[in-house]
């Protein structure tokens, strides 16, 4: 007789998608917006916990480099480019594709997610769902002066 180890359960079932549409439509559903935006929040706050804080005052460089490791250890297929002005995080596959499609508002949260994470200004430069090959986040140090953000 043979027996599955538990490891080998949680490898066996992966069908999380549906789930977490169902969930983020229920939670969208929901009807009193207060409630509905600390749901969100508390979402958020727990995405910012998985990825983990960055050293705060390290260079940007540095810190999009440590969310990188942080999210390929989560099993994301990111890079940093570093070959423009600002440096960009991007996804070569969109971690979320499935539930963006039914609902765009899931970049926003994650955008918010790399935001507080990297403790700068970060924007959606690019997405999957409006065809592009990748999700690119553009990040700009907001300890660093508009005028100089290029320069880095």
Not at 7 to 36: H, K, T
Not at 56 to 66: K, V
Not at 140 to 152: E, H
Request: charged share 25%; proline share 6%; hydrophobic share 40%.
């Amino acid at each position: 007789m043979y027996r599955v180890t538990q490891p080998g359960l949680c490898e066996l079932g992966d069908n999380y998608a549906e789930f977490a549409q169902i969930l983020w439509r229920e939670m969208n559903n929901i009807e009193e917006p207060s409630v509905r935006a600390r749901v969100v929040s508390r979402i958020e706050d727990a995405l910012v916990e998985q990825v983990g804080k960055v050293a705060p005052r390290a260079p940007l460089a540095d810190r999009m480099s440590e969310i990188t490791s942080a999210l390929r250890e989560r099993g994301f297929q990111v890079e940093i480019d570093k070959s423009g002005p600002l440096p960009i995080l991007r996804e070569n596959s969109c971690p979320y594709y499935e539930l963006a499609s039914a609902d765009p508002a899931i970049c926003e949260l994650e955008q918010a997610v790399f935001r507080r994470v990297l403790g700068a200004e970060v924007k959606l430069t690019h997405c999957c769902l409006d065809g592009h090959h990748c999700c690119e986040f553009e990040a700009v140090d907001q300890q660093m002066p508009a005028a100089t953000a290029g320069r880095t």
